[in-house]
């Protein structure tokens, strides 16, 4: 696991230059953009929705009993408002990484192959539509996976764990293939996303524990007041991105040294294929 901790501090270096955080901006303007209006055309009737499911199925009753239990009956005047936030989490999570796919993760490999791996031959095994399925697919699945689990909430550190496996997941899917896109050929990005599989499942799990961070910032304005819903999403909307970024130059550093690795190790056009029955994540 020593190249995931070195990804890491190379990352960590590369977050915060000037060339990184003027990428954020265009997602977080689209990020902005769309959740800010869906918010303010949406949430009203999303609200008025979920408080009349609870009243027609005497869900009040039920959470007030669980909330007590739990000695967290103070939150009961707001269970609406945080059944809300929990079904759009994923969607905002979701969407900030359809963001980052599309227009931060191309440049972030340009950026570090130019400037880290530049005699790293670009052999195109990745492409635009491809990574746009990829994420389309990834996310709708994760989204899916994210609203089945929402039961898990009456079990907190179950919830969590089901959670950072699940971002773990979609993680390592979409960004290791954005990662490898234009480096690798496809029989490359295969055996390397194979090979690497579990360390590039524990970079987005580590990733998903900063990513509970949004979410707790959303949440805690639902204790102090439901008006301050629209701007703590976007609050949390920019973290998602900047939390998406690192994660993408995480990627991006551990991946081009895996392939530079791969290359050095096999003879030339060789690449080592997985086996029989094997998938790549």
């Not at 995931?4 to 190379?10: E, K, P």
């Not at 490898?180 to 029989?187: D, I, M, N, P, T």
């Not at 799990?205 to 701007?231: D, E, N, R, T």
């Not at 895996?258 to 080592?272: C, T």
């Amino acid at each position: 696991m020593s190249g995931v901790a070195r990804a890491w501090r190379r990352a960590l270096r590369a977050q915060f230059s000037r060339r990184m955080l003027m990428l954020s901006f265009v997602p977080l303007l689209l990020s902005l953009l769309a959740w800010g209006g869906l918010l303010w055309a949406f949430l009203p009737g999303l609200l008025d929705w979920l408080h009349a499911l609870f009243v027609e199925y005497g869900w009040f009753q039920s959470s007030n009993s669980m909330l007590s239990t739990l000695g967290l009956g103070a939150l009961k005047v707001i269970v609406v408002p945080i059944v809300a936030i929990i079904l759009l989490l994923p969607l905002m999570i979701a969407s900030s990484l359809l963001f980052m796919g599309i227009f931060a993760m191309p440049a972030i490999e340009r950026h570090v192959g130019r400037r880290d791996y530049p005699k790293l031959e670009q052999k195109e095994g990745g492409s635009f539509a491809g990574s746009v399925w990829m994420n389309l697919s990834s996310v709708a699945v994760f989204a899916l996976l994210w609203l089945c689990t929402v039961p898990l909430y009456a079990i907190p550190p179950l919830a969590v764990v089901v959670q950072a496996a699940l971002w773990g997941w979609v993680a390592s899917r979409v960004m290791s293939y954005d990662a490898l896109a234009a480096h690798a050929s496809e029989a490359e990005r295969k055996a390397l996303m194979h090979k690497h599989r579990w360390p590039l499942l524990a970079i987005g799990m580590a990733s998903g524990a900063l990513g509970a961070l949004p979410g707790i910032a959303w949440i805690g304005g639902a204790v102090l007041a439901v008006v301050l819903f629209p701007i703590l999403a976007i609050l949390s909307a920019w973290l998602y991105l900047v939390i998406f970024l690192f994660t993408g130059l995480w990627y991006q550093y551990y991946c081009l040294q895996a392939l530079e690795e791969l290359r050095l190790a096999s003879p030339a056009g060789s690449v080592p294929a997985p086996m029989h029955g094997d998938r790549a994540l």
